[in-house]
Nanobody, 127 residues
Framework: QVQLVESGGGLVQAGDSLRLSCAASELTFSRYAMGWFRQAPGKEREFVAAISWSGRSTYYAGSVKGRFTISRDNAKNTVYLQMNTLKPEDTAVYYC????????????????????WGQGTQVTVSS
């Protein structure tokens, strides 16, 4: 059974950094495009960042571009989200998601594109 397990969340102050990890199992990770999404209380789940299976293509939401970096290590079946200069509005549960990629350069931006989801990790940024 496919599993995606996020880790690395926590409580930090504005301006701090965190690195989230998402470890995948029971799938051919190197053929899956990966994405990070987040959901704040009372809000819909929103796109944060995406990466193609090769890692050569990435895309970011405007609200995090320049502060967050998505990367992957296919040898470790893990995708990362480095989050710098965190803001209180970044507070949310962060989810990783996986989608069998069409090719090495394709990434996906919509929740409905993705097949598998992790359980989420809480990120709280205090002001």
């Amino acid at each position: 059974q496919v599993q995606l397990v996020e880790s690395g969340g926590g409580l930090v102050q504005a301006g701090d950094s965190l690195r989230l990890s998402c470890a995948a199992s029971e799938l051919t990770f190197s053929r899956y495009a990966m994405g990070w999404f987040r959901q704040a209380p009372g809000k819909e789940r929103e796109f944060v960042a995406a990466i193609s299976w090769s890692g050569r293509s990435t895309y970011y939401a405007g609200s995090v571009k320049g502060r967050f970096t998505i990367s992957r290590d296919n040898a470790k079946n893990t995708v990362y989200l480095q989050m710098n200069t965190l803001k209180p509005e970044d507070t949310a549960v962060y989810y990783c998601a996986a989608k069998l990629g069409r090719d090495s350069g394709t990434y996906y931006l919509k929740t409905y594109d993705y097949t598998y989801w992790g359980q989420g990790t809480q990120v709280t940024v205090s002001s």
